[in-house]
Structure formats: C-alpha cells, structure tokens
C-alpha cells in the first residue's frame, strides 16, 4: 500500500515537475510521514496488545461454498472492523474433522456431520480483533438457522441445522486449540492494519 502511494506521489511529483508551488500544495494534503514512506504513528505497535490481538477460527462450509457465500461472509467481518490473518480454500480429511469436532464425536449426528463437511471444499480463516471470538459467534448466530436471529449469517442465509453455513469458535482456548489444527505458524500473517486506530482505542 506504501509502495502505491509512494508511486502515486512520485507520478504527481513528475507530472508537476516544471511547477514548484503547485507541487508543493498538491501534496500538502499529505502527511509528511507517507511521503517519506513511513506508516503513520497510530499504526506502530498496536498489535502488541493481547486483547486486540485475539483470534478465531472461522470455516465457510461446503454449502456456503457451494452456494457462492464466501465473499459475502469475508465481507461482515471486515466490515465489522476484524482484521483477516490467515486464509486458505482445502477439502478437509475425516482426521482433521474428527479433531476439530473431537467433543462432538459421541453424538447422533456426528455421520452425518463428517459426510456434509467432507463434501466438498472449505473456506478457513483466522480473524482478529477485539473480542473477536464473542462477537463472530454472535455475527454467526444460533446453530439451529431456525432459531438463529436475521442479521446473523445463519439467520440470513440458512434455515436448518444440517446445513448451516459457517463455523466459529465458541472460546478463546477453543480458538486457539483450533487454529493450531488448521493452519501452521507461518500461514498466519502479522501486519498492521492502519483502521486499527479507527476501530478500538489502543
Ligand atoms: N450439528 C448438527 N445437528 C445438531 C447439532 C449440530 O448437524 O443437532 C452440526 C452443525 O453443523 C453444527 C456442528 O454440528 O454447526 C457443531 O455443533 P456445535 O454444537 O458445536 O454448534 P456450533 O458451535 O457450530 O454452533
Ligand atoms: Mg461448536
């Protein structure tokens, strides 16, 4: 993003070469510190603190998928101000679903579970933010759709509980228990987010 406005100022600045003053009151609008390349001060440091650096798991299953959701779910958390750190489209394996769903294992519905999360490909994603586990499991909603409130992802795009569109992890310990499982170290990014300081005092 600093490379694009560096390259836009640059454009600028050769466009008005031949004009000083009018360089110079063009790019007043700009903060000192992006014209030198830096990021602003408000950006420094701030993932630093742990409660804005909670994460969750979030799964797009197979039927959001299939019924192209994807792109509409990615966009309620961002525009609810989480900050998306980890991202990958997989085909789960039975073993990594019966450890995801390891409490759930004993349960009548646990077959047909498998079957509907095995049939085809899944959207897994890390977000984080503020409260992010609390507030994605209430931005999902209930787990039967049925019940589930419209505005929730569930209460808007589904209607029965064998198919309810999302996943999110219902406690911090479960998140990161989660995470683990589903993506290494090095597939979750670390950068910040310069809306930070437009989302939460930090
Ligand atoms: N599930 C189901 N039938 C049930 C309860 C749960 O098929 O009666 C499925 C459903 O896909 C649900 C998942 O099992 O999302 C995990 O259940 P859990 O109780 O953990 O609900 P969640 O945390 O997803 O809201
Ligand atoms: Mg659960």
């Avoid at 406005?5 to 600028?12: G, L, S």
């Avoid at 600045?13 to 000192?32: I, M, P, R």
Wanted: hydrophobic share 35%; net charge positive; proline share 4%.
């Amino acid at each position: 993003m600093v490379m694009l406005q560096r390259c836009v100022f640059k454009r600028i600045q050769q466009l008005y070469s031949g004009n000083q003053a009018s360089t110079k009151s063009l790019l007043s609008g700009f903060s000192t510190a992006l014209l030198q390349g830096h990021r602003p001060a408000a950006c420094r440091n701030i993932s630093s603190l742990p409660d804005v650096k909670e994460k969750t798991l979030v799964v797009v299953k197979p039927d959001g998928v299939q019924r192209s959701l994807v792109g509409q779910i990615i966009q309620r958390f961002e525009q609810r101000g989480f900050k998306l750190v980890g991202l990958k489209m997989l085909q789960v394996s039975e073993d990594l679903l019966s450890q995801h769903y390891c409490q759930l294992r004993t349960k009548p519905f646990y077959p047909t579970l498998v079957h509907y999360m095995t049939s085809g490909p899944v959207v897994v994603m890390v977000w984080e933010g503020y409260k992010v586990v609390e507030t994605s499991r209430m931005m999902v909603g209930h787990t039967n759709p049925a019940e589930a409130q419209a505005g929730t992802v569930r209460g808007d795009f589904s209607i029965h509980v064998s198919r309810n569109v999302v996943h999110a992890s219902d406690s911090p310990e479960g998140a990161q228990r989660e995470i683990q499982l589903w993506f290494e170290g090095k597939e979750l990014l670390n950068w910040d987010s310069c809306y930070q300081t437009s989302t939460c005092e930090v």
